[in-house]
């Protein structure tokens, strides 16, 4: 899995909880800790979503921090009490518009080639009944 399908699949599990849990962004808190024998339930969610180790976890939500998608409020724990950002729920909406089968079945449509051999197809269907078997 690409390094920004990880992170798309991150806000997209943040948002879903706060989704979940009727909240606004601004007060809905994440735990991502890592040093609390993984027994966080935002972790361990995680972890089954994106079936990665703690260090590529860890440098994914430090890449979602920098770039804005995630503010810490925390001073002493690296991944406690994090909130998506507008930002954050901006890209996680988008992500869930543009699923992969939906680009893929656009580019699918949109091919030429697609689109001649449909026609190529109809052609004959409409010849074969309308033109006297």
Sequence with gaps: MKREQ??????IYMREEIIKKGWQ??????NFSFGTDGKDED???????????????????????TDGYIKRFSANEEFKYLIVTDKGIARAKS????????????????????NTIISSILSFIVGYYLGGK
Excluded: G, W, Y
């Excluded at 962004?25 to 994440?30: K, L, S």
């Excluded at 089968?101 to 030429?112: A, E, G, R």
């Design 6 to 11: 990880m992170i798309d699949k991150i806000l």
């Design 25 to 30: 962004p601004q007060v809905t808190h994440f």
């Design 43 to 65: 972790l361990i969610n995680l972890r089954k979503i994106l079936k990665s180790d703690d260090e590529t976890l860890k440098d994914l939500l430090k890449e979602c921090v």
């Design 95 to 114: 992500a869930q518009i543009t699923s992969p089968f939906k680009q893929f079945l656009i580019s699918l449509l949109s091919h030429p080639l697609f």
